[in-house]
Each structure stands twice: as C-alpha cells, then as structure tokens.
C-alpha cells in the first residue's frame, strides 16, 4: 500500500507560478514510475508529467517547456514546479505511483490539489 499526498494548490494569477509537492509513504528510488495527471470539470483525466526511476521524464505537450517534474528521493516525494501558468491549466492536479511487483502494476493515487489560474 502507497499513500500519497499533495500539496501547493491555490489560485494564482496568468502567468504566475506555482510548486505542488507529493509525499509518498514509502521509498520511492524503486517506484516504477511517478506522475501527476490532472482533471478540469467535464473533461477526463490527463496526464501532465511522468518520471521514471531512472529519471526519464515525459510531458504532455500542452505543459512542455513550462512545468518541470523532480523527485527527491531521500525525502520520498515528487515535485510538479509549473511556470508561465495559463487559465487553461486550471484544474484538480493528482500525483500518481506506478508499482510494479512482478509481472502486476498497481495504481496509487492522491486525493488531489486545486489549482486554479485566475485574473
């Protein structure tokens, strides 16, 4: 079991800045994979970003070259920094732990942060 918890949510203006964190309740250096996906009201889950434990990062292209996904491994949590945020990013943003045991993957997810980009 895998608990994970967001946090660095609220309203920020076009253009601003905001940093989400996602504390894990494990070590993660060996989690298969971590992402943060998001879901604006009536439209279906996304993905934003996704790094693997060998570090190899993937981004959805709506958000490249304007967010960046980290991790911290020695304090088991995963950062989302997003810049130059746009109205259009607005939306619940959820971090996500991808585990693989075996030859089964097994899907985490956190309850979620707002983000709202708003004048």
């Known amino acids: 079991q895998v608990q994970l918890v967001e946090s660095g949510g609220g309203l920020v203006q076009p253009g601003g800045s905001l940093r989400l964190s996602c504390a894990v309740s494990r070590n993660i250096f060996n989690i298969y994979q971590m992402g943060w996906y998001r879901q604006a009201p009536g439209k279906q889950r996304e993905l934003v970003a996704i790094i693997s434990s060998g570090s190899r990062i993937n981004y959805a292209d709506s958000v490249k070259g304007r967010f960046t996904i980290s991790r911290d491994n020695a304090k088991n949590t995963v950062y989302l920094q997003m810049n130059s945020l746009k109205p259009e990013d607005t939306a619940v943003y959820y971090c996500?732990?991808?585990?693989?045991?075996?030859?089964?993957?097994?899907?985490?997810w956190g309850q979620g942060t707002q983000v709202t980009v708003s004048s």
């Open positions: 996500n732990a991808h585990v693989v045991v075996a030859v089964d993957g097994y899907d985490y």
